[in-house]
């Protein structure tokens, strides 16, 4: 009896809806984690000031309670972070200032990882998102997109997951890890509606890119990146719903990020 009201009360939606489908619920499902934690393995690069704790205090105090703080300093690009516009824009949006409505909203999954294994200094091409296209159906419009070259199953390895685990000017030549190619950087940026692009590596240009020419065009056209995103091996190609909140440092380049996926069940 439930199951027919519930027909009757989903089809008058329907109807009042002008026949199209009630939004599924995007944030039913199972959660899944996509930030690694800050603490003194967090991989920054090569050149950045690395991820520092200060305790303040830790246990009990002299009145009787017990009390935790401590004090952090951190460059804004290391472990899981956002890359805001401004980062490789002169006139893009700083961390701040990114609409929230672009962090929160319908996931895909690009897996490159094969192709990443066999060789590191991959970078995805149009035909890889071209090719999700038509296996799933539908254009990558307003979605954010994470790209899976399965270097997160290195993390927290230096030399694995970026090809060196050098630090200083003289460790960037040594980089080697998969990236988004500036061809289809620029292809989603003047085809498709991204509302921000993610992956597992260190950045969204590849280990050896020397002008940064993804970066460079995803920000002039206000789309964020995430960078090392972690657990990219547990989501599905589709049907999860991202939310990427990172620290609302006014001004600010980027940030640590606090991502998650939601995914159907
Ligand atoms: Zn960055």
Redo the contacts with the bound molecule.
Sequence with gaps: MQKVTSFFILSGLLILGACSPPEPDLLSGKIIDLSYAYDDTTIFWPTAKEFELEVVHAGMTDAGYYYAANNFCTAE?GGT?I?API?FSENGKTVDAIPVDRLIGKGVVIDVSEKCTENRDYRAQVEDFTAWEEEHGGQLNDVIILLRTGFGKYWPDREQYMGTDERGEQAVPKLHFPGLHPEAAKWLAENRSVKAIGLDTP?IDYGQSRLFESHVTLFEHNIPAF?NIANLDQLPEKDFTVIALPMKIKGGS?GPLRIVAVVKE
Excluded: Q
Aim: a negative charge; aromatic letters at 0%.
């Design positions: 690009h972070h890359d980062h950045s960078e980027g």
